[in-house]
């Protein structure tokens, strides 16, 4: 009898730790793991081009920007989870995602997004209390686009092109370092290249059945996304230029070497357009940075390429 009862005690713990396992991969899976990466590519570029990369303090204050930021976008993901759940369940891929799926329970999602975001909050006022207060206002325009903007036509892409210029910001904020306007308009308009193209491939993947899973299809159709994907590509190139020529840590013996670097800019924005165009893809820019070889060999060397002329010229 005794064996009986501790099996049963064995088999009731395993059991429960694997629960609570699964209960943890579940909510990490909803914080969206895969796009962590657009923290490192907007939050770095401050430290970047104003040549302190390799200062191991303000390296640090970065990193734990950025970590914050992880956690605070992680959080307005569960919230848009759960104010989306019943779309979500009619799209053929977010209805794989945990909460729609039934895999991470409403109460659980609640509970993690009320404890999370007052943590994260007060790590930041401890690091930094403008980093706090610009927190506030990311997660403020965040969850006012999950509830009300992402409805409204155009202001729903600008909303979303808002949050990545905040964290461009944030990694200038924490280390005291101001930056071009720029730099500033070519990460705004960058931000609303990807944010179209997505909408732009999901409108023409889901088709008839787009504005079951988003309201807001019904208010777009392909030739207005083409042509605003036109004007941003446009636009993005034309601004990330000028950032160049009038930036001055860009220019070696007079030369400004920043030049050197447009043609990987061009060469992105035009394959990206080449893979929603033609291979149909671009739903999810953080899995294109995953799984398209070119695209990644392409950030790779302009990284090399700005690392030579801000840190070795």
Same mark, same amino acid.
């Not at 799926?101 to 930094?128: H, I, N």
């Not at 990460?187 to 999901?202: M, N, P, S, T």
């Not at 070497?257 to 893979?275: A, D, K, N, S, W």
């Not at 999810?284 to 695209?295: H, S, V, W």
């Given at each position: ?19 609570? #396992? ?7 899976? !909803? ?28 390296? *640090? ?53 009320? @404890?999370? %975001? ?8 401890? +690091?930094?209390?403008? %980093? ?6 990311? +997660? ?27 964290? %461009?910001?944030?990694?200038? %904020? ?8 720029? #730099?500033? /308009?070519? /990460? ?22 787009? @504005? @079951? ?6 208010? $777009? ?9 036109? &004007?941003?590509?446009?636009?993005? !190139?034309? !601004? ?8 001055? !840590? ?19 924005? +035009?394959?990206? #357009?080449? #893979? ?5 893809? *671009? ?22 390429? $700005? &690392? ?6």
């Amino acid at each position: 009898m005794c064996d009986n009862i501790i099996r049963l005690l064995t088999l009731s713990t395993a059991n429960g730790i694997e629960s609570t #396992l699964d209960t943890i991969i579940s909510l990490i899976a !909803t914080m969206r793991p895969k796009q962590w990466t657009k923290n490192v590519l907007f939050v770095f570029p401050a430290i970047v081009f104003s040549e302190q990369l390799f200062e191991p303090d303000l390296l *640090g204050r970065v990193i734990v920007c950025c970590i914050l930021l992880i956690l605070s976008s992680g959080c307005v993901y569960i919230i848009n989870d759960l104010t989306d759940i019943e779309a979500d369940r009619a799209h053929p891929v977010k209805r794989l995602r945990p909460i729609a799926a039934g895999k991470l329970s409403t109460s659980t999602a609640k509970a993690a997004a009320v @404890a999370l %975001l007052p943590l994260v909050l007060l790590a930041a006022y401890y +690091f930094d209390a403008r %980093l706090a207060l610009l927190i506030i206002v990311y +997660f403020t325009v965040q969850i006012a686009y999950s509830l009300y903007i992402k409805h409204i036509v155009i202001l729903d892409v600008l909303a979303v092109a808002a949050g990545f210029v905040l964290r %461009l910001l944030a990694g200038g %904020l924490v280390i005291d370092v101001g930056l071009s306007p720029w #730099l500033y /308009a070519s /990460a705004g308009l960058l931000a609303l290249f990807l944010v179209i193209g997505k909408r732009r491939q999901e409108l023409a993947s889901l088709g008839d059945d787009a @504005a @079951a899973t988003r309201r807001i299809f019904a208010q $777009y159709n392909l030739p207005l996304l083409d042509d605003m994907l036109r &004007i941003v590509t446009s636009a993005t !190139t034309i !601004t990330y230029i000028i950032y160049t020529v009038e930036s001055p !840590t860009m220019v070696r013996n007079g030369q400004n070497l920043g030049l050197i670097t447009v043609p990987f800019v061009i060469y992105g924005l +035009f394959r990206y #357009l080449y #893979l929603i165009h033609v291979e149909e893809r *671009g739903g999810a820019p953080d899995e294109i940075l995953f799984n398209d070889r070119p695209l990644q060999a392409t950030i790779v060397l302009a990284a090399l390429a $700005y &690392i030579v002329i801000l840190y070795v010229l």
